[in-house]
Every structure is written in C-alpha cells, then in structure tokens.
C-alpha cells in the first residue's frame, strides 16, 4: 500500500510546485494578472471574438470584464485596454513600460527588425529620432512643404478635373498626391499620375494592406511558423514588398552615384550621409537594410492611411451633401475661387476644421492601432503584466467613446464644434494614436488631408451615382485598417 502510495504522492507534489509556479507568474508581489475569459488549449479565445471584425469583438468582451483584460489569440497572450482613461493610462503614464512593438508576424518576416515600425529598442530609438529630425526638415517644420503640397493639391484637381465629370472610382488618383509627397521628401522626386511605375507601386501598398486586414492574416499571426510555409496571399505579401524594396533600392543607387554631401536633396542623401560617417563603427544602424525599410514604413503609413482617408472622406461627404454645402460656403467665405487653400484658413474655418476631424473620428482607420508590447515587467493599476506580453490599444473605445461624442456611431461635425460654432478640441482625438509609438508623420498627413480636401471641395461638387441610401460607410472587414467596398462618383467643377 505505502508503495502504491509514493507515485501519487509524487504527482500529488509535482502538481502542488506547477500551481505554486502558476498562481506566482500570476500573483507577483501581490498583484494579479487582468481577468479574462479562460483559454482552450492551443486556439485561445479564438471562438470568443471575429477574426474578421477583431476590433468589435474585443470592444464587447470589455462589456464584461472591464478596460483592463487578457485574452489568448491562439498561444499568445494579449491585453486589451479599453477606454480614453485606460489607454491614455498606459501608452502616455507609462510611456517606457508600454513603448514596445508588438508582434505583426507577417511585417516581422518580411522587413527582419528593420525600420521604424517594427523595429525594437536601440534601433527603434535611432531611425526614429533621425527621421523625425530629418522630416522636420524636409517637411513639417518648413513653409517650403505647405507649398510643396499645395502644388501637388493643383496636380490632384488637374487629375479630377480630366474624368470629365463621369463615374470614377477616386482611390488611385487620392493615393497618388499623398504618395508623390512621400517620394519627394525620400528622393526628391515627382511622378506624372499616369507614369506605370509610379502606378504600380501604390498597387503594390494598397494590395499590402488590403491583405494586412484581412482574415487570412489575422491567421498568420496566430500561427506563423505553421502558415508561412503554406501557400497563401502572405506569399503575395512578401514578393510586393520586396518589389517595392526595389523600387526603392534603385532609386538609393542613384543618389549614390550622385552624391550631395554639402546640400543635401532629400532624406535619401540625408541617410547616405551618415552612413558615410558611420561606416567604420561595426554597430551602426545606418545601412542599406534600415534605409530601404524606412523608406518602406514612410511609403505605406504617408501613403495609403492619407488616401483612404480622403477616399472615405468623399464618401461620407455623398451621404451628408448638407454638411458637403456648409464646406463649400465657408471655403467660398475664406479662401474664394482665386487662390488656394492654405494651413493659415483653418483658423478661420471651424465648420470645415471640424468636418475634417469628424471623418477622421467617424471612419476609425485603425481601430486597434499597431500592437504594443510592456518592455518589462509593469504593475499597471492593481494589474500585473509579464515582460514581453502584447498589448492591444483600441483606438476605437476612445473615438467612439459616448461620454465624449454624443451618438458616437453618427457622424456629426458638431462633435468638435461647442455652442458657439467654434472649433472644440477634444483630448479623445487619436486616430494617429499617442505616447512613444505615435505615428511620427501626423503634422505632415494632417496638413495633406486638410488641404488635399479642401482644394478638392474648392473646385468640385460630388456627385453621387447612385441613390443616397444606397450608400454605405460600413467596411466589409476589420484588421490592421478598416477595409471598404469600392464606390463611384463624379466630380462635377464648380463655377469661377
């Protein structure tokens, strides 16, 4: 009997250490995991939310356990935060801890730790603080760069103007303006609307992020070491960017080969610079890979979130033509039909301030923003998160939040105007996110979207092609962006 007795011992005690270690990774120094719906072993808490509408899934699940919770998708742990108070809390109160990178497999892969979006630590903190620095230069800090958008704003009209007024799908031409500001500000560089190249390209990042929000890579995430290797659209993924990559490494070995140390053209020769003053230290982060994946992170953030953000932008405007009118009075008022629209009129234009804010709240690009990851073991409230857990900040919760914006499911410019008719700032407004992580181009995609818009509604009435309520601002599918179906309308020119 006492023989029989030792092996359940023994497996009595081995299981009595595993709780002990288990409620300890839990309950250190007193404090205790945020609580959340129990995994299943291997998926997680996959059957507990959409794949293909995470954002609302998890906007729900906060319903039941709080601002603050954990979930497992598939093996990896996850905690959300929910809420204006709970990610303002984290991503600004806690700046360090939170300022990590979360994992997005399939850009992981494909870009290996380069660049600024996807990168960690030392090399984050260097192409970032350079860039910035660079950009300031180049673009938000310089009167030179309005100027430079305003011309391009001119080129956007010509390319509207020439549908003739008929039904057009808009999405190329918009993605071709912010697109043109990206490739002068990296090499100096302009391309006609028509040039196939150039045309190619912005297929390539609006086919990128279309499967970057899809179902197949919320998948990939899940289980890249088994996806990967399976044929999929990931494969596609991979071969566009690294066609972009050569689009952007030709471009490199023309600056090297013409080199202007003494006056630099562009953020290009700014970068080949301090490789050069660099080249002897064996742990630079200035070289070839970082450039080519900088300038990848720069095309597909000034790129494709501005354009779809004009792109939807027009379609909110088709189903309000009341608020559309109101735009089109006020740019009459302050700016006229005999100039263009510059970033000095907005002070003086509150409803169409507003507007512009309106739709950047209402059509909620990124709801979850990019996921971050806690640096090192964080206390957070009464919570406890292990070092290396992703964090997911619904941007969302906060644009949507009911205390803020009444019927926040309604688009309504009011929501940034007060009593008054004057424009109303509103700490909730981060479509661009906050904290470390902030998207480090906001200055720059807020004077495009501003002017971009408003030249377009200086010189055009839209016109929709089908009837109002036929019309949908709903996306067909939520991941990394929110992904809509296409739509057509004319550009009718307004009279001189």
């Known amino acids: 009997m006492a023989l029989l007795s030792l092996p359940i011992l023994l497996v009595a005690y081995v299981a009595f250490l595993l709780f002990i270690f288990a409620w300890r990774r839990g309950n250190t120094r007193g404090l205790l995991l945020p609580p959340g719906p129990p995994p299943l072993p291997i998926i997680g808490n996959i059957l507990q939310v959409k794949l293909w509408d995470l954002p609302t899934s998890l906007s729900r699940l906060a319903e039941q356990y709080g601002p603050v919770y954990s979930l497992h998708l598939g093996p990896h742990p996850i905690i959300v935060l929910h809420g204006h108070q709970a990610v303002k809390d984290a991503l600004c109160g806690q700046a360090v801890s939170f300022g990590g990178r979360g994992r997005l497999p ?24 350079f860039t910035l620095m660079t950009l300031r230069n180049f673009a938000m800090g310089k009167r030179g760069m309005e100027e430079r958008i305003q011309k391009e704003a001119q080129h956007l009209v010509r390319a509207l103007a020439q549908t003739e007024a008929q039904p057009t799908d808009p999405a190329f031409i918009l993605a071709c303006a912010p697109c043109n ?13 028509h040039d196939q190249e150039f045309l190619k390209l912005i297929r390539l990042l609006n086919e990128n992020f279309s499967i970057l929000s899809s179902f197949w890579a919320q998948l990939y995430s899940l289980w890249p070491s088994f996806i990967h290797y399976l044929p999929g659209r990931h494969q596609k993924v991979f071969k566009n960017i690294q066609n972009i990559m050569d689009f952007i490494l030709e471009r490199v070995a023309q600056h090297q080969r013409t080199p202007k140390p003494v006056q630099p053209r562009d953020y290009t020769d700014c970068f080949l610079e301090r490789m050069e003053e660099e080249k002897h230290d064996p742990y630079s982060e200035f070289n070839s890979e970082n450039l080519a994946a900088v300038s990848l992170n720069l095309f597909s953030a000034g790129t494709e979130t501005v354009s779809r953000t004009l792109w939807l932008a027009l379609l909110t405007l088709l189903k309000h033509p009341e608020v559309e009118s109101r735009v089109h009075e006020e740019i009459d ?29 209402y059509i909620n690009l990124i709801p979850s923003s990019l996921p971050h990851v806690v640096i090192q073991d964080t206390k957070f409230r009464q919570f406890f998160i292990p070092k290396g857990t992703t964090v997911f900040p619904l941007l969302s919760s906060v644009l949507y939040d009911s205390k803020e914006f009444v019927n926040p499911q309604r688009f309504d410019p009011n929501h940034f105007l007060d009593k008054n008719g004057n424009f109303r700032k509103s700490d909730f407004f981060i479509p661009f996110s906050i904290g470390k992580r902030a998207c480090l ?56």
């Open 106 to 129: 399939i850009m992981d892969n494909a870009l290996r730790g380069y660049g600024i979006s996807f990168s960690h630590g030392r090399r984050w903190e260097q192409m970032r603080r």
């Open 181 to 193: 500001i990206i490739c002068s500000i990296l090499f100096n560089e302009h391309f006609d609307y």
């Open 333 to 361: 008022r302050v700016v006229g039909r005999d100039r263009v629209p510059c970033m000095k009129d907005r002070a003086q234009m509150p409803y169409t301030d507003a507007v512009v804010h309106e739709i950047q709240r």
């Open 441 to 496: 181009g906001e200055g720059l995609a807020r004077m495009e979207i501003f002017l971009f818009l408003t030249t377009t509604l200086q010189n055009f009435t839209l016109k929709p092609v089908v009837d109002q309520r036929e019309l949908s601002t709903d996306s067909v599918y939520n991941g990394l962006l929110r992904i809509h179906p296409s739509f057509k309308l004319c550009f009718l020119p307004r009279p001189k």
